[in-house]
């Protein structure tokens, strides 16, 4: 596998196309996260002044010191809202922790819906005005996004285009801001983001500010991985995985560090991860099991399922 494996689709043709252009963009997303479990998604339909903005807001904000930084990092939160400080996290399986530092803002309940008892407040950064606006604004043009997203990966399914709509309404998606550092020393066994996969439903990334993306091909090759101008990385999750019984890829992923000679480049991006209630059960479609693919998982729930991976990750 090559990078020109990794398809660029145009979401505009499911959102405004006639009914072949949507067919098309079903077929197209559906092989490549059966095959290669990552795609470029162009007019995704977030403007690039939100994602210019927010990307602004997170540079200074990680310029802050580090006394007026680790305010925000708020004991019994599991990194689910706020900072994170350096050398926290570390990927599934392994004991060096990455080399970064993250933000993370969550859902905003603005109906009677009763999940709202289930989030924790977000965290407002006092030194930088536009910091919080752009965030929320940058959250909500990433959750709509993603939800048209699932809705073509639904048809795909076969289980009916709105299958996950009533799960990601007031999900429990996340918006990360990570800052990688730049190196200053022999990194020890560490890299920027170690091997893992992600753990919710699809992630949808905006092109970081360095190259450093890797993914595992099925030749067990590491491959560079850039999205065009203006496209968003999109890949599948664990729980999607778990949900398709396999048939949607959940691809081994990282971030490496950079050559010597650019020790001194950080590197900024900025994840959405999607996430359903907690309530939502994993278990496997029935669609996705059949005499040659047996039921691979246990039954769970989301909220089950994201409590046992942030235990394993380091951040509960």
């Not at 730049?182 to 992630?203: F, M, S």
């Not at 991860?273 to 005499?291: E, V």
Request: a negative charge; charged letters at 25%; hydrophobic letters at 35%.
């Amino acid at each position: 596998m090559s990078i020109a494996s990794i398809p660029v689709v145009d979401l505009s043709e499911f959102t405004t196309g006639d009914a072949q252009k949507k067919y098309r963009f079903v077929e197209q997303i559906g092989k490549a996260f059966e095959e290669v479990g990552f795609v470029s998604v162009k007019n995704h339909g977030v403007p690039q002044e939100l994602v210019d903005g927010f990307y602004a807001a997170i540079k200074k904000f990680f310029e802050l010191p580090a006394e007026a930084k680790r305010k925000y990092e708020i004991a019994g939160l599991a990194g689910q809202r706020g900072y994170t400080s350096f050398g926290k996290e570390q990927a599934k399986g392994f004991d060096a922790p990455d080399l970064k530092e993250f933000w993370q803002m969550g859902q905003t309940v603005e109906d009677d819906d009763p999940v709202r008892s289930e989030y924790p407040a977000n965290i407002s950064v006092n030194e930088i005005e536009e910091f919080n606006k752009s965030g929320r604004e940058l959250y909500k043009g990433f959750e709509k996004c993603g939800i048209e997203l699932l809705r073509a990966i639904a048809i795909h399914l076969g289980i009916g285009e709105f299958y996950f709509d009533k799960y990601v309404h007031n999900g429990n998606s996340i918006l990360r801001a990570i800052h990688y550092p730049p190196i200053t020393q022999e990194p020890q066994n560490a890299i920027r983001a170690e091997q893992h996969e992600d753990i919710n439903l699809i992630t949808l990334l905006v092109g970081a500010s360095a190259d450093g993306l890797q993914i595992l091909g099925m030749d067990n090759k590491w491959i560079d991985v850039s999205a065009p101008e203006g496209c968003f990385v999109v890949n599948v999750g664990d729980m999607l995985q778990r949900l398709t019984n396999d048939q949607l890829r959940s691809t081994t992923h990282r971030v490496v560090n950079p050559p010597r000679d650019k020790w001194d480049t950080p590197r900024y991006s900025i994840p959405f991860f999607t996430h359903p209630k907690s309530n939502m059960r994993l278990d496997c479609l029935p669609g996705c099991i059949d005499d040659r693919h047996a039921i691979k998982y246990a039954p769970i729930t989301a909220g089950e399922y994201l409590d046992e991976r942030l235990r394993e990750i380091g951040l509960k």
